[in-house]
């Protein structure tokens, strides 16, 4: 039986140091995330890849990147494609549904060539949060929409074209971001909206998401689902809303732990997103004393994690269409067809 760790890590820089080695040995976690302070160039984010899975001995290890393109890309020009925000391909959509879906789908399809070229097989993409009036620029333009079904109608087109590529999407910020004020990097965001409300608003998308595979969480605390604890280590909100009233039964993985929404020590906050019913501790700045405090917290994945990874593994394996596809560079000159003013 596996012993991996319930946590995905992130490491330092471009090249994986003897130490990390050592202690992704030792540790086991799921996987590993990577972010732009990882890539130089394509040759050598491909070795880091393969050093992170050859770390744990698993060459099926996921490794994870948030390239939603506009403002969130780790990968980057002169390197990697330029793509263009989320808000953009929603107000394509308000103007022409089918294109507007068509060119998510192409557009999630040339992120995922990417996204695989350095050895990365999990996108955190589509973001699922709606734009309210008052919605933080922390998600801005990451938002598709101002309404749950645009949202939702995108983000199916979005995982249908990285799955298409053998790129696992990823929903987030489940249950729903878009009513934050204040960036949960830097606070606990506090949504006081009823909950009939929410599930008449922000709930949607993910409830029609919700056979997706893998979930991430939100940071912030909805004071009509439980007052005292955000989302990630509240056993209510995981309980009521994320399996419950939507309905998620994947594998679902808190946010950034070293975000400052969540109090305490980071031990801690690993410790109660897993008591909360989150399978995953997620933590990215790839700082060694915090992830040795986090690995000293936590034990091997359940084996309902297990069974959730092995399950998304096999989704994947349906949903991917290695052949017979539109050229990756016909998708890209229909893109740019679609999206003039991008392209």
């Known amino acids: 039986m596996s012993a991996q760790r319930a946590a995905i ?17 030792d540790a086991d976690p799921l996987g590993f995330i990577l972010f732009a302070r990882n890539f130089d160039t394509p040759e050598r984010a491909r070795r880091l890849a393969d050093d992170l899975r050859s770390s744990v001995a698993r060459a099926e290890a996921p490794i994870l990147i948030d390239q939603e393109g506009g403002r969130v890309a780790r990968l980057r020009p002169p390197h990697w494609r330029k793509a263009p925000p989320a808000r953009l391909l929603g107000e394509l959509y308000a103007r022409d549904p089918e294109r507007g879906l068509e060119a998510t789908k192409l557009n999630s399809r040339l992120l995922a060539a990417d996204v695989r070229s350095v050895g990365c097989d999990v996108d955190c993409v589509p973001v699922l949060d709606i734009a309210f009036p008052e919605t933080h620029a922390v998600i801005g333009d990451r938002a598709y929409a101002d309404r749950p079904e645009p949202v939702a109608a ?33 606070a606990l965001p506090t949504v006081t909206a009823s909950r009939a409300e929410l599930e008449r608003t922000d709930f949607v998308p993910f409830k029609l998401l919700s056979d997706l595979p893998w979930a991430m969480t939100g940071h912030l605390l909805f004071e009509a689902i ?43 906050r690993a410790f109660r997103a897993l008591a909360a019913g989150c399978d995953i501790a997620l933590h990215c700045n790839g700082r060694m004393a915090e992830m040795v405090e986090i690995a000293g917290r936590i034990g091997p994945m359940t084996d309902l994690a297990r069974r959730r990874v092995d399950a998304g593994r096999a989704f994947l394996a349906r949903h991917s269409d290695p052949a017979g596809r539109q050229g990756l560079a016909d998708a890209a000159k229909r893109l740019t067809e679609l999206l003039p003013e991008w392209g």
């Open 154 to 186: 995108l983000g199916r087109a979005a995982a249908e074209g990285l799955l298409a590529e053998g790129v696992m999407p990823v929903i987030k910020h489940i249950p729903g971001h878009g009513r934050a004020t204040v960036d949960s990097h830097d």
């Open 9 to 25: 890590f992130g490491c330092a820089g471009p090249d994986l140091t003897p130490d990390e080695r050592a202690f992704f040995r």
């Open 226 to 268: 439980d007052a005292k604890d955000c989302v990630t280590v509240s056993a209510r909100s995981v309980k009521d809303i994320i399996r419950g009233h939507i309905g998620f039964e994947g594998l679902l993985l808190s946010d950034d732990l070293s975000m400052q929404a969540l109090g305490g020590s980071l031990g801690d």
